[in-house]
């Protein structure tokens, strides 16, 4: 109980970003690999093991309060870690370092939205691999709300982990790089496709839904973290002559504020640099881990069991998912940065059909206005695919969300061009004897998915080499 007690109190429970406790999922034990290969247990505990630290109103008195501290914290665990202060922060000689640390305050920070109530990490939770964080939500329709009630976009929110090696879109077919699935953070602009797709968010009316970069701009340089921004970027942004009731507008929805072409151009400027801080923490080891089991099995330093290593020859060849998932490599990223349409059906939850029953989403064809690329969206990583707090806790899958296991994505690679059409998604016997058609049918791979010939037990050996993909089975 002693040892419990001070693991509880440890000064990893500190927050960086946001003074609330929140009751945290169950926090998977992490192990470091020693020199020689062997694993040594962490703090936290044994290996295959997960915690859970209810806090009932019967247990009382000292116990009761470490576990509460114990789940005090808006980081998750995968980014957990002791968070120095900012005047700590602020006086470090090491740029780059103030600079990560910088974003990964903006990447936490509730108050850069609208009503103060949503983040980046909201949709993007290091404890589901940056990903949507919400089992009720990724089970039906996979769009997370914004910080306006009933806002809406029409996608599942795509993983941030490993985002930032992504090129600048070629503006020329193949297209290759950019941000978001549809690829419009381009990185042309910035040189950066992760710096300008965290821009992104901020602005729009479906997600943090600020009216003008300038309300962000003066949130940041007037926040609990001025002095760190100072350190890294200057006093620039603190010194912009915002309207006087520049606080009162951006505390509600509106069009842009009323600013002097000056004005602007230092806004752009500082907003550049939010973007910058938070592509440097998107791109640092907190996001980028490389720390699965299978790259403990390519250092060789872990094994796989034999099913996993039927499915990492599958993978490599008769699965064919190197096609889109390139593994090769010392750190492989397992996505080709390209765009595919898969023939992926929608997803008949999409909040988006509420308001527009017709809607069809053309993914890059829309954002480019070519045609011949309408219904493509980018191929993700498979990094942290089935990363989540609980086996039980429920993914989803594909541009929209529509499949909700990687067990149903593989088999849907596998016989789309084998089953019949079903009329929706929500019959019972989707993925048994039947698909629902393409959302979109034009420009659809053929030749390389639909008709694997994998059998049932080549199919769950695929995923079960996917599961090995998940960071946090051993520390850096």
Same mark, same amino acid.
């Given at each position: 109980?002693?040892?419990?007690?001070?693991?509880?109190?440890?000064?990893?429970?500190?927050?960086?970003?946001? @003074?609330?406790?929140? $009751?945290?999922?169950?926090?998977?034990?992490?192990?470091?690999?020693?020199?020689?290969?062997?694993?040594?247990? @962490?703090?936290?505990?044994?290996?295959?093991?997960?915690?859970?630290?209810?806090?009932?109103?019967?247990?009382?008195?000292?116990?009761?309060?470490?576990?509460?501290?114990?789940?005090?914290?808006?980081?998750?665990?995968?980014?957990?870690?002791?968070?120095?202060?900012?005047?700590?922060?602020?006086?470090?000689?090491?740029?780059?370092?103030?600079?990560?640390?910088?974003?990964?305050?903006?990447?936490?920070?509730?108050?850069?939205?609208?009503?103060?109530?949503?983040?980046?990490?909201?949709?993007?939770?290091?404890?589901?691999? #940056?990903?949507?964080? $919400?089992? !009720?939500?990724?089970?039906?329709?996979?769009?997370?709300?914004?910080?306006?009630?009933?806002?809406?976009?029409?996608?599942?929110?795509?993983?941030?982990?490993?985002?930032?090696?992504?090129?600048?879109?070629?503006?020329?077919?193949?297209?290759?790089?950019?941000? #978001?699935?549809?690829?419009?953070?381009?990185?042309?602009?910035?040189?950066?496709?992760?710096?300008?797709?965290?821009?992104?968010?901020?602005?729009?009316?479906?997600?943090?839904?600020?009216?003008?970069?300038?309300?962000?701009? !003066?949130?940041?340089?007037?926040?609990?973290?001025?002095?760190?921004?100072?350190?890294?970027?200057?006093?620039?942004?603190?010194?912009?002559?915002?309207?006087?009731?520049?606080? @009162?507008?951006?505390?509600?929805?509106?069009?842009?504020?009323?600013?002097?072409?000056?004005?602007?151009?230092?806004?752009?400027?500082?907003?550049?640099?939010?973007?910058?801080?938070?592509?440097?923490?998107?791109? $640092?080891?907190?996001?980028?881990?490389?720390?699965?089991?299978?790259?403990?099995?390519?250092?060789?330093?872990?094994?796989?069991?034999?099913?996993?290593?039927?499915?990492? !020859?599958?993978?490599?060849?008769?699965?064919?998912?190197?096609?889109?998932?390139?593994?090769?490599?010392?750190?492989?990223? #397992?996505?080709?940065?390209?765009?595919?349409?898969?023939?992926?059906?929608?997803?008949?939850?999409?909040?988006?059909?509420?308001?527009?029953?017709?809607?069809?989403?053309?993914?890059?064809?829309?954002?480019?206005?070519?045609?011949?690329?309408?219904? +493509? #969206? +980018?191929?993700?990583?498979?990094?942290?695919?089935?990363?989540?707090?609980?086996?039980?806790?429920?993914?989803?899958?594909?541009?929209?969300?529509?499949? +909700? @296991?990687?067990?149903?994505?593989?088999?849907?690679?596998?016989?789309?061009? /084998?089953?019949?059409?079903?009329?929706?998604?929500?019959?019972? /016997?989707?993925?048994?004897?039947?698909?629902?058609?393409?959302?979109?049918?034009?420009?659809?791979?053929?030749?390389? /998915?639909?008709?694997?010939?994998?059998?049932?037990?080549?199919?769950?050996?695929?995923?079960?080499?996917?599961?090995?993909?998940?960071?946090?089975?051993?520390?850096?």
């Amino acid at each position: 109980m002693k040892k419990l007690l001070m693991g509880a109190l440890r000064p990893e429970t500190y927050d960086a970003s946001t @003074s609330r406790c929140r $009751s945290g999922p169950p926090k998977p034990y992490v192990y470091r690999l020693d020199a020689s290969g062997g694993r040594t247990e @962490s703090a936290t505990g044994r290996r295959g093991m997960r915690m859970w630290f209810p806090t009932y109103p019967a247990r009382a008195g000292m116990i009761a309060a470490a576990l509460a501290l114990a789940a005090c914290a808006d980081e998750p665990t995968a980014v957990k870690g002791r968070a120095p202060g900012e005047a700590e922060l602020a006086g470090n000689p090491d740029l780059e370092v103030r600079r990560v640390q910088l974003g990964r305050r903006l990447f936490f920070d509730r108050e850069l939205s609208l009503h103060g109530n949503q983040s980046c990490a909201s949709c993007h939770d290091p404890d589901w691999g #940056f990903s949507g964080p $919400s089992s !009720q939500v990724n089970a039906h329709g996979a769009v997370f709300e914004g910080s306006v009630a009933g806002a809406f976009g029409n996608r599942r929110p795509p993983s941030a982990a490993y985002a930032t090696f992504s090129p600048v879109l070629r503006l020329e077919g193949p297209y290759v790089g950019g941000n #978001f699935w549809d690829g419009r953070a381009t990185g042309q602009r910035l040189g950066d496709a992760a710096a300008e797709q965290a821009q992104g968010p901020f602005l729009n009316p479906a997600e943090m839904a600020l009216r003008d970069a300038a309300c962000v701009v !003066q949130r940041v340089s007037q926040g609990r973290y001025a002095a760190l921004w100072a350190s890294v970027y200057g006093e620039g942004a603190s010194a912009i002559a915002l309207p006087s009731d520049a606080s @009162s507008l951006c505390a509600a929805a509106g069009g842009p504020l009323p600013l002097s072409e000056a004005v602007r151009a230092q806004v752009q400027v500082e907003y550049d640099n939010i973007a910058r801080a938070i592509a440097a923490f998107e791109g $640092s080891k907190h996001v980028n881990a490389f720390t699965s089991r299978f790259d403990a099995f390519l250092a060789g330093r872990a094994e796989l069991t034999e099913q996993e290593r039927l499915g990492l !020859q599958l993978f490599n060849g008769k699965a064919r998912c190197t096609v889109c998932h390139s593994s090769g490599g010392t750190q492989p990223l #397992f996505t080709n940065f390209r765009y595919s349409n898969l023939g992926v059906p929608r997803n008949p939850e999409n909040p988006v059909y509420a308001g527009q029953p017709g809607f069809v989403d053309y993914g890059l064809g829309a954002f480019l206005g070519a045609a011949a690329q309408q219904g +493509k #969206f +980018k191929s993700p990583t498979l990094r942290n695919v089935d990363r989540r707090p609980q086996g039980s806790d429920v993914k989803a899958y594909m541009h929209n969300g529509v499949f +909700k @296991s990687l067990e149903t994505v593989v088999h849907f690679y596998n016989t789309r061009d /084998v089953l019949p059409r079903c009329e929706t998604v929500a019959e019972p /016997v989707v993925g048994e004897n039947c698909w629902p058609a393409p959302e979109v049918a034009a420009n659809m791979v053929t030749g390389i /998915v639909g008709n694997l010939g994998l059998t049932p037990a080549e199919e769950a050996a695929v995923v079960a080499y996917m599961q090995t993909l998940s960071d946090g089975y051993f520390e850096r």
